[in-house]
């Protein structure tokens, strides 16, 4: 049975919320045209949705097929995705990568936001 942190992984790859571990498993899968349909048919899914739970399966086959892959996918996730976690009605708002232009970070907005 894959470990937990892989469900968390993968839902994080469905949202696209984090580039850098986004592009190193895009990376990793892009020679492997079934993997990099699991990845594409996740994106946007639910933490529990059938498509994350494929992606997970998948992540856990990748990393057991290859231990440095493992290492950097973890490396990347404690970098960025393990760091913040919001409690029970709480938001994290985090922005990682080259951003050009204005980010709005916010939660519960009442009224309309300009710049």
């Known amino acids: ?3 937990p942190v892989l469900i ?5 790859l469905a949202g696209r919320t984090m580039v ?3 592009e190193l498993v895009k990376r990793k899968f892009a020679e492997d045209p079934d993997a990099t349909a699991v990845l594409e ?3 946007g899914a639910a933490e529990d949705s059938a498509e994350v739970e494929n992606l997970r399966d998948r992540l856990a086959a990748a990393e057991a097929d290859d231990p440095d892959f493992a ?6 996730w404690e970098k960025t995705g393990s ?4 409690e029970t009605g709480g938001v994290v708002n ?3 990568g080259d951003v050009s232009g204005k980010v709005v970070q916010a939660r519960d907005v ?3 936001i300009s710049f």
């Open 1 to 3: 049975m894959p470990e």
């Open 8 to 12: 968390s992984l993968a839902a994080a």
């Open 94 to 96: 985090t922005v990682t």
């Open 110 to 112: 009442q009224g309309g």
């Open 20 to 22: 850098g571990l986004y």
């Open 41 to 43: 048919a996740a994106e």
């Open 71 to 76: 290492q950097r996918l973890r490396s990347e």
């Open 83 to 86: 760091v913040h976690q919001a």
